[in-house]
Nanobody, 115 residues
Framework: QVQLVESGGGLVQPGGSLRLSCAAS????????MGWYRQAPGKQRELVAV???????YYADSVKGRFTISRDNAKNTVYLQMNSLKPEDTAVYYC?????????WGQGTQVTVSS
């Protein structure tokens, strides 16, 4: 059974930082491309950042220079370091694992940026 479990969300003030984690089980983690997505109220889910199985990275323009995605294959975990957070970063953040036709999502973790 595949599980992706996100953690690390919460309430933070503008300009603050959070580090999200996504722990995977039931897959050969090192073979999967891992991504972080987010969905704000009333908006479509959007890509935030992706890290390939070879550790190449891609970022949405809105987070470039502020967020960093990384992975630890020994721990089956992908991270999203979020710095200089803005109110518009408020959303539910989801972890996604993809490999060929296989596509798995986590349940999400809430990030709220507010003073």
């Amino acid at each position: 059974q595949v599980q992706l479990v996100e953690s690390g969300g919460g309430l933070v003030q503008p300009g603050g930082s959070l580090r999200l984690s996504c722990a995977a089980s039931g897959i050969i983690f090192s073979n999967y491309n891992m991504g972080w997505y987010r969905q704000a109220p009333g908006k479509q889910r959007e890509l935030v950042a992706v890290i390939s199985s070879a550790s190449s990275t891609y970022y949405a323009d809105s987070v470039k220079g502020r967020f960093t995605i990384s992975r630890d294959n020994a721990k089956n975990t992908v991270y999203l370091q979020m710095n200089s957070l803005k109110p518009e970063d408020t959303a539910v953040y989801y972890c996604r694992a993809t490999q060929n036709v296989y596509d798995y999502w986590g349940q999400g973790t809430q990030v709220t940026v507010s003073s």
